[in-house]
């Protein structure tokens, strides 16, 4: 048989259907159609969720030897933090029980010396509990605008506080709110006492280094500051009760080309998201005013003039 009159097509058994090109040019336009069906009807979320739900027990069952793994890594690692907790805080209240014992004693020497000597005890602050409602619009300041004003008893100059430390003072009263400047603002100044020390000094806002922080100014090179040495208001100033926390040094740097070191402080409350506050009413506020000069005898001419 002569190789032209051969039949080149492939026997039943391996015929594949359509050829490739209209293979082609149905799958797009089923694709197409899809797109657009589900475009307007919305078809595939559902379709979705239907395989995701038969999925799911596959999926959880591929997640279970690993998860049954990491829960017992974290089951151990727990226990072991428990432990280190739980003796941290024993040593810890171990320590303030002693703080406690300590305080109770000196407060009751305090109180024996001040009867002794006729003093006048602690000024007894009252309070307005506020809400910081939002940051001042100002971003070269460091304020903030709390819910309360002159119709709750709030007077110009009154220090704030939250739970940690002193934030700031009032420094704008309006009917129903008022501005607080917070401690970190460079036109704030609070006088600070070291706790350690006992020496006193002044703290000035430094909002510009490291993103908010206070600067002991104007101290000698030698002055005996270390690191973590606690800064408490001292209530000379007539404005912030006195023991109130205000910073931690957290870095002196001391020049040989200076006469003054640098001293940084980081601030005890929180300033940069406060969210309830206290208003104390100013120390100045509760001091007696001074009494009056007694009148002088002029004697003139043998007479006695007041």
Not at 280 to 305: F, M, N, S
């Amino acid at each position: 048989m002569p190789l032209g009159s051969l039949d080149r097509s492939p026997p039943p058994f391996f015929k594949q259907g359509p050829s490739p090109l209209s293979k082609l040019i149905f799958f797009s336009a089923l694709a197409l159609f899809l797109m657009v069906a589900d475009v307007r009807l919305h078809l595939t979320p559902p379709l979705r969720a239907v395989i995701a739900t038969g999925l799911y027990p596959v999926q959880w069952l591929a997640l279970w030897p690993g998860r049954v793994v990491g829960q017992g890594a974290d089951h151990f690692e727990s226990l072991d933090a428990a432990r280190a907790s739980e003796a941290a805080a024993r040593k810890k209240l171990a320590l303030q029980s002693q703080r406690a014992g300590q305080v109770e004693q000196l407060s009751l020497e305090n109180n024996r010396l001040r009867e002794l000597l006729g003093l006048r005890g602690q000024l007894k602050t009252e309070a307005i509990a506020a809400e910081v409602l939002y940051d001042a619009p100002d971003p070269y300041t460091r304020k903030v605008v709390i819910d309360k004003g002159m119709t709750h008893s709030v007077v110009l100059g009154a220090p704030v506080t939250d739970e940690l430390g002193v934030l700031g003072q009032v420094t704008r009263v309006l009917p129903l709110v008022s501005e607080v400047t917070l401690i970190t603002d460079r036109e704030q100044a609070i006088p600070v006492l070291n706790t350690r020390t006992g020496a006193r000094s002044v703290a000035f806002g430094d909002p510009t280094t490291r993103g908010g922080v206070l600067e002991l100014r104007f101290m000698a090179g030698n002055a005996d500051v270390q690191v973590d040495d606690l800064l408490t208001t001292s209530g000379i100033d007539g404005v912030y009760p006195p023991g109130l926390p205000v910073a931690r040094v957290d870095r002196v740097e001391r020049r040989a080309d200076s006469a003054f070191a640098k001293i940084y402080c980081v601030p005890k409350a929180l300033v940069a998201g406060p969210r309830h506050v206290l208003v104390l009413t100013p120390v100045g506020d509760q001091i007696p005013p001074r009494p009056l000069p007694e009148p002088t005898l002029v004697v003139k001419k043998g007479r006695a003039l007041p």
